[in-house]
């Protein structure tokens, strides 16, 4: 669907260390005349102070630069959202995952799009719909988003074993968050693998989700903090 822009020309920056990618974006944008790229840069440390500077209505980010260490960019747009409130953020990543969106979505972004999405996404009209006012997410995390954005950030009273789980299925829980593989538990909590497994089939239906990465992700939510990471 064509969104009608009610800016014209849309004002794009573009953060991206991949030279193919931004080419080809730049490519893409500076062929339309309903946009205008007023710059770019691969440098996440210096891109905020270069919105600050210049206020374009859109900007296209990337969310890794150091794929060794996988340090996610998240202060990238914190930053802008921050000094730059006109401005609207689109993530475009090639590391697309419920955690990150929703982190991303929570940062300030308005769109996320992964980089290796089955079907190409056409920048041009998410472009569009976000610099309209709207919000565009991956339509594969689309859903699950919505529902884990609508879980409060904290509660008054976090998950505990009066709660929801039970103690054992709050250690197994927290153990998964570090990345112990289910052998690892077992052995860090002297129980079998099999009691292992049953205590995570039992965490997943009790949060109500279908892997233990977004247990994990639900659980952070509650509590308010960024302790528990998900597992891949």
């Not at 000094?83 to 953020?89: A, D, F, I, L």
């Not at 929570?106 to 610099?131: H, Q, Y």
């Not at 693998?193 to 009790?206: D, P, S």
Request: glycine content about 6%; some cysteine.
């Amino acid at each position: 669907m064509f969104i009608q822009p009610t800016i014209s020309p849309i004002t794009l920056a573009i953060l991206d260390n991949q030279t193919e990618i931004l080419d080809g974006l730049v490519f893409r944008f500076s062929h339309d005349s309903g946009f205008k790229v007023l710059f770019t840069s691969p440098n996440p440390d210096e891109f905020p102070q270069l919105v600050v500077a210049h206020r374009p209505n859109v900007v296209i980010v990337d969310l890794c630069f150091d794929w060794h260490k996988m340090n996610f960019r998240f202060d990238v747009i914190e930053a802008i959202a921050r000094n730059s409130p006109g401005t609207k953020s689109i993530v475009y990543t090639g590391y697309s995952s419920l955690e990150n969106c929703v982190r991303a979505i929570r940062a300030g972004a308005m769109g996320f799009v992964a980089k290796d999405a089955p079907i190409s996404p056409d920048m041009t009209n998410i472009v569009r719909i976000v610099a309209a006012g709207g919000q565009y997410i991956e339509p594969e995390l689309d859903k699950r988003v919505k529902e884990l954005l609508n879980e409060p950030e904290s509660d008054a009273t976090p998950i505990s074993g009066q709660q929801r789980l039970s103690r054992r299925e709050e250690q197994v829980l927290e153990l998964c968050s570090r990345r112990l593989q289910n052998k690892q538990i077992a052995q860090e909590l002297n129980i079998s693998l099999h009691t292992v497994r049953a205590t995570t089939n039992n965490i997943r239906q009790k949060l109500g989700v279908h892997s233990m990465g977004e247990a994990i992700l639900i659980a952070k939510a509650r509590r308010g903090d960024n302790n528990l990471k998900e597992q891949h």
